[in-house]
Nanobody, 119 residues
Framework: QVQLVESGGGLVQAGGSLRLSCAAS????????MGWYQQAPGNERELVAA??????YYADSVKGRFTISRDNAKNTLYLQMNSLKPEDTAMYYC??????????????WGQGTQVTVSS
């Protein structure tokens, strides 16, 4: 089992920044990809960014604004979110699973952290 615990969400004004963190524990050697998904009310959960080794994937909606990174020594995944827009408002979920990263197969989910961007 892999446990994922997110932190770093909150309320921010449009144009501002937030950094989400996801601490992973357990049998993380069994996975080879991690990512961040967003889910707004009434919408499906969608992949916004993923990472595996030296490869990254970003949804078109966040390219140039969000950066995914991973600290392997700390088993922690990050999502730096800059130039935030009201449409970025959603629950953000950390996910762990398997390549390919653009269509990663998710085996484990975190509990989610809310990001709210005010206009």
């Amino acid at each position: 089992q892999v446990q994922l615990v997110e932190s770093g969400g909150g309320l921010v004004q449009a144009g501002g920044s937030l950094r989400l963190s996801c601490a992973a524990s357990g049998t993380i050697f069994k996975i080879n990809a991690m990512g961040w998904y967003q889910q707004a009310p009434g919408n499906e959960r969608e992949l916004v960014a993923a990472i595996s080794g030296g490869s990254t994937y970003y949804a078109d909606s966040v390219k140039g604004r969000f950066t995914i990174s991973r600290d392997n020594a700390k088993n922690t995944l990050y999502l730096q979110m800059n130039s935030l827009k009201p449409e970025d408002t959603a629950m953000y979920y950390c996910a762990a699973g398997w390549r390919p990263i653009a269509t990663m197969k998710v085996g484990y989910w975190g509990q989610g952290t809310q990001v709210t961007v005010s206009s």
